[in-house]
């Protein structure tokens, strides 16, 4: 080896090794995020009711499909209306797996995740390279068009038609006891499924994978010039995100033990676009404000109008109106979501503070 080349090796060795230490720390601190939003979730469900726990169980299960299609939306700046359709694969994955083989439900789940993911890369595939309208069209026609095959003749018997898949129940296992909270279980569970998702995909995005995927999406040709093969990258990321969509149908399905087409019309895939909007677009933090909007906020809408004494007539549209209500105040108060809304406030903390601490006292001053 040159003198040359020795030099040439020093600075790209401690690039490396730079590289390596940052991605630990990052892992690191990703796992201690987890390990105390698991502490935080586990104190709030032991101190919420069944109807508590069940509402924690929606949000955390709705947070993992909406992180998934945070990453092909909001990082890679593809548009898709199919996610209800890929939840649907999933949770009907799952009811099939406890119905006719009775495997344990970790691998039922993991098990929804593979065939979804596999769906995703078909999907993936075919739609790499459209764009804009083109993409949402596609997406859109296969969100519709999925769900009804479980009406189809050949597959009325397999699949239960529009009455869909009785579930069975997820009985708590017997080392908590005879008289453990059925809801607090599948809240549990939910919540698992949705801080590992999270946990997962924070270190994905954080990697080469998301800087990948953002120059995709900021400019494709110069991506494309610099050797990134922009078709993969998108198929990899609807894979990603699809895979996410079947586990929040798995847990969908164990929550509410149930797999029907019902279950997942078009406007559940607008309300998970609805999400990572007001969450804010290319946020995993995001991902989660907007579940619990969709979640709380209809719930809320809902006790207001049964409170209200309002006619019938009235009281039945006024938690829609409600809902859209706040849905426009929280877009238009927070341009960037709640998660960037909450970004610049921390921001204007930190610098008032910064400035606080800079001011000179009296007594320096003299």
Do not use: K
């Not at 995020?33 to 709030?44: D, E, F, K, S």
């Not at 006719?100 to 995740?113: K, T």
């Not at 698992?192 to 080469?208: E, K």
């Amino acid at each position: 080896m040159t003198g040359a080349t020795r030099r040439a090796s020093g600075p790209v060795r401690a690039a490396v090794r730079a590289r390596l230490v940052l991605g630990r720390y990052r892992l690191a601190r990703h796992a201690l995020g987890a390990v105390a939003a698991l502490a935080a979730l586990y104190l709030l469900t032991g101190a919420a009711g069944p109807y508590r726990d069940l509402q924690i169980a929606q949000a955390a299960y709705l947070t993992c499909a909406v992180a998934g299609l945070t990453v092909l939306t909001g990082l890679g700046g593809q548009i898709s209306l199919g996610h209800g359709a890929f939840m649907a694969v999933g949770a009907y994955t799952t009811a099939l797996l406890l119905i006719h083989r009775a495997w344990p439900l970790a691998a039922v789940l993991v098990a929804a995740v593979v065939v979804t993911a596999a769906v995703g890369t078909v999907v993936g595939a075919v739609a790499a390279r459209l764009h804009g309208p083109y993409l949402a069209g596609a997406t859109l026609a296969f969100a519709v068009g999925l769900p009804g095959l479980a009406g189809y003749t050949p597959l009325l018997d397999l699949l239960g038609g529009q009455n869909g898949l009785a579930v069975p129940p997820a009985a708590p296992p017997a080392a908590l006891g005879e008289t453990f909270p059925v809801e607090r279980w599948q809240a549990w569970m939910a919540c698992l499924g949705a801080v590992l998702t999270l946990f997962l995909l924070a270190n994905l995005t954080r990697g080469r994978f998301g800087r990948t995927l953002r120059a995709t999406r900021d400019d494709e040709i110069a991506a494309a010039l610099h050797g990134v093969r922009v078709a993969r990258v998108r198929i990899a990321a609807t894979v990603v995100s699809a895979a996410c969509a079947g586990l929040a149908g798995g847990l969908l399905a164990v929550v509410t033990a149930l797999a029907a087409p019902g279950a997942f019309p078009l406007t559940l895939s607008l309300q998970l676009i609805a999400a990572i909007v007001i969450g804010g677009p290319g946020s995993l933090a995001g991902a989660a404000w907007g579940a619990l909007v969709l979640v709380f906020v209809p719930a809320w809408a809902s006790d207001v109008a049964q409170r209200a004494d309002l006619s019938h007539n009235v009281a039945s549209n006024l938690p829609l109106a409600l809902y859209g209500l706040v849905l426009i105040v929280v877009t238009l108060a927070f341009p960037r979501g709640v998660q960037g809304g909450l970004r610049v406030a921390w921001a204007a903390l930190s610098r008032a503070a910064l400035a606080r601490r800079r001011r000179p006292t009296r007594g320096a001053t003299g």
